[in-house]
């Protein structure tokens, strides 16, 4: 596939690489490197590294895959430290979850030397880090791949299937339908559940107590959505928030209609909406997505 | 405890209670019953109930403990239909998950020979029914019991050895702070689910697809969070609306303000907001409601 991959940022994602690559044993010599030199102290020490270095510019001198794993806002500095080290030929891709964006950068920037196919694993968990990194996080989960329609097809197959040597699933598609659908999958249920968590936030200390005492009913399942890495959300909803708020708006709309219900007591209503939910659910798990398992408190 | 317990109601609640009495063995004999003659099959077949009566008066006639596991919208007319059976010095109670309702009827019916002392298990899973009663549902979680001041201590005493039989932590509070809590801990996360869902599916037929196929990217779980039981939360929303409809502002009123930080792109903001919810979600793991174990798809 690759004789040698670049992992440039070694948060949870870049670490989850490391660890899925060495597991799959597809990659003769993987490097990760990060600008944080408390994070580059962990790669060093947990070995997460085939070889370190000091700078971006030489962490991918000879590779034939470079993946930027950093958040959204770094990427166009990231980007400009490496252009010219970049090998002839070299495989450039991401992993950001904003991809019109990463699009834009690299049209402005027009790599020579290499094929951009940029991506984005759909997969991770409320932690974060390079001591988050699980070798599995990719298994069973999409990535998504969105090149440009001028990309030559072999360079998408080869990437596919380092992503698929992971045990990933991958889908080929336009950055605009991915910022769509994601800003309906996953940036709106973000933004609801920060909200969420302020909203009870608000109250005064004795009732915000007891609402996390009782929190099982229900708001539990949200702290941890909200929980998520600070500084890469920051970058999505900044990066993709024409979309979010279109997804916003059309949100309130929906809830504004949700208590006109309750205010008449609309028990028709409620009830069709209820159920559409459940068959919405049953999709959802039909889709591979979740288990029907039921799931009562995670201790 | 009680000698002999009467369990109104069969759904995954009043079937919970009785598979963990079992479990615990605390109770010498238990009686269910259910007005759904579907149900009433289900009892017979699976043996959830030591005796089988046609009617619900019947059923109550000889225990110490009647609870009442209908939704709200049946209390009214269950408790109608018991008044008259219940045994002198017996001791009433139900588990529907809003609290002042409840006391408003027990006021107006006003029983003569029994204690009434209203409940509230703050646990459930998103399936319902007879067949999904489990006998740890109530285990580590909590029961709240909201029991008028006059009330008999000792009488108080038994309901809480009751719950706490099956493992459940029990709390006393007056039903107008229950409601107030759960207003934010469990009722506004789930018509934010309900509408979360309804947003994804307003959506064209190709895109509503492809968002049910990443929705592993946070959808996924408000959808568990939305297939609960419809009926039960039909009646939550309509018995609860004020304070309801109070949570929904604050809601919206947060949600205005992200939304004017995501379009100013202000980034001090939005960090702000998700520093804070991490906090709030360490809260919630140190009040023993959830684990920091990381999710990630529970295949």
Redesign the interface.
Known sequence: MFDQVSIIGCGLIGSSIFKGLKKAGSIKKIITYDKDKAVTEIIKKDKLSDEIFNNAGEAVKNSDLVIIATPISSFESVLNSIKNNLKAGSILTDTCSVKTGVGKILKKINLKNSICIPGHP??????SGPK?G?P??FK???T?LTPNKNIDEKAIKKVSKFWESMGSKV?IMSDE?HD???S????????????????????EQE?KE???????????????????D??M??DI??DN?TL??K??D???K??DE??K???E?D?KK??E??????D??K??IK?????????????
Do not use: C
């Open positions: 759909v997969a991770g968990i409320e932690n988050a699980i599995d996080l069973n989960r999409w998504i889908k339908d769509k659908i994601l309906f999958s996953s940036h709106l249920p973000h933004a609801i559940a920060y909200n969420i968590v302020q909203t009870s936030m608000s109250n009732t007891d609402i996390i005492r009782y929190s099982a009913g229900g708001l539990r399942d949200f702290t941890r959505i909200a929980a998520s600070p500084t959300w920051r909803f900044i928030s979010i708020i997804a916003i059309k949100f309130i929906n809830l949700f208590k219900a309750i205010l007591k028990s409620l009830l909406i209820f159920e559409k939910s459940k919405f659910r999709s959802v889709a591979g997505q979740d288990t029907d398992k039921p799931d009562f408190g995670r201790k």
